[in-house]
């Protein structure tokens, strides 16, 4: 197993730096054979790569999680060496304690677990204050030790430092930042340094479009070439944030940057967002059980990437002409609030 840096979540919970995203079997990136992606998580679990986040709305996440989770304590006597982070997304509605427990209880039976590593709770509607209740006695579950660490997906400075505020400890907020979505680094990132919480990341890779097969390409389009829901959301991120011919000049760059450590451009957009003050981790996609689909080595080597000040001004000396998506956009999870 290699040795993977881990980092320290407020509750004491430890997570590996680079995440494994279940996301990608949530179905929106084709089918999965849930057999194939047990025996895949334990590829993973080898190298080192042991954390593993999911949600109750990514189709069977919870329940591969919860497979290999049960046969690994059949096959060892064992708990398995992995930290399941998980999610809950309702749609705004009663929000009353047996609302929550029965929510709870259901990722704590797919998963085949006694207690959650990690809840990030999502909610749609700020509008709808019925969040505060919700988090309100997901905190007294934690107390009752029913879940590790209690932590938010999604929610923007404003709506954090009011749950804060409340005296809810939180723990991580799991959002969106990578070369081409700096927001975090708007507001959010000052915050979360001042109440040690840690930002947890995806888009990080662009949905695969930050690496070596989208160089000197042309401009993806339609359905046959933006083929998975990541590549389509992460497309249009592009548009936004200055265009293919801006972003052409953005991977050229990271090219030239990963040839000179000898790594591969999602080494560079990886490493570079690791390094932002206030990121524990980043997550990375894995679809498993799709042959061909395993990028684990090449994650690994995103560990021994050392950016130099050379390589920071040459990345930067792109990003200030591209727009700014904190304006544009809103502040972390606007786009999923319309």
């Given at each position: 197993m290699s040795v993977v840096p881990r980092v320290r979540l407020s509750g004491g919970l430890e997570v590996c730096r680079?995440?494994?995203?279940?996301?990608?079997?949530?179905?929106?990136?084709?089918?999965?054979?849930p057999v194939k992606a047990v025996e895949?998580?334990?590829?993973?679990?080898?190298?080192?790569?042991?954390?593993?986040?999911?949600?109750?709305?990514?189709?069977?996440?919870?329940?591969?999680?919860?497979?290999?989770?049960?046969?690994?304590?059949?096959?060892?006597g064992e708990i398995p060496p992995v930290q399941g982070l998980t999610k809950w997304v309702p749609r705004p509605g009663p929000m009353d304690r047996k609302v929550v427990e029965k929510a709870i209880k259901r990722s704590l039976?797919?998963?085949?677990?006694?207690?959650?590593?990690?809840?990030?709770?999502?909610?749609?509607?700020?509008?709808?204050?019925?969040?505060?209740?919700?988090?309100?006695?997901?905190?007294?579950?934690?107390?009752?030790?029913?879940?590790?660490?209690?932590?938010?997906?999604?929610?923007?400075?404003?709506?954090?430092?009011?749950?804060?505020?409340?005296?809810?400890?939180?723990s991580s907020n799991q959002v969106q930042y990578s070369l081409i979505d700096q927001r975090p680094a708007a507001r959010m990132e000052e915050f979360c340094l001042k109440h040690n919480i840690k930002l947890l990341t995806y888009g990080?890779?662009?949905?695969?479009?930050?690496?070596?097969?989208?160089?000197?390409?042309?401009?993806?389009?339609g359905r046959a070439e933006l083929y998975t829901a990541s590549l389509s959301k992460y497309k249009n991120m592009v548009d936004s944030w200055g265009g293919w011919d801006l972003f052409q000049e953005l991977l050229a760059v990271l090219s030239s940057v990963a040839k000179r450590h000898g790594c591969s451009i999602p080494n560079?957009?990886?490493?570079?967002?690791l390094d932002k003050p206030a990121v524990g981790g980043v997550i990375v996609g894995c679809r498993l059980g799709v042959q061909g689909a395993e990028h684990i080595q090449d994650t690994l080597q995103s560990f021994k990437v050392e950016l130099s000040p050379q390589d920071l001004s040459d990345i930067e000396g792109v990003l200030k002409r591209s727009r700014d998506l904190m304006s544009l956009i809103g502040d972390c999870g606007a786009e999923y609030r319309g």
């Open positions: 680079v995440l494994n995203g279940l996301w990608q079997v949530s179905g929106a990136h084709g089918t999965v054979d895949a998580m334990d590829v993973y679990v080898r190298s080192g790569l042991t954390s593993f986040d999911m949600a109750d709305i990514y189709g069977p996440a919870e329940e591969i999680y919860g497979n290999y989770y049960s046969q690994f304590k059949s096959r060892y039976s797919r998963m085949q677990v006694d207690s959650l590593d990690c809840l990030q709770f999502h909610y749609w509607d700020y509008s709808d204050k019925r969040y505060l209740e919700a988090l309100g006695h997901l905190s007294d579950m934690q107390q009752e030790g029913i879940i590790r660490e209690l932590s938010l997906t999604n929610f923007d400075t404003q709506h954090l430092e009011e749950i804060v505020d409340k005296g809810i400890r939180i990080t890779l662009g949905g695969g479009l930050l690496s070596e097969r989208y160089l000197n390409h042309a401009e993806p389009k560079v957009a990886t490493r570079y967002i």
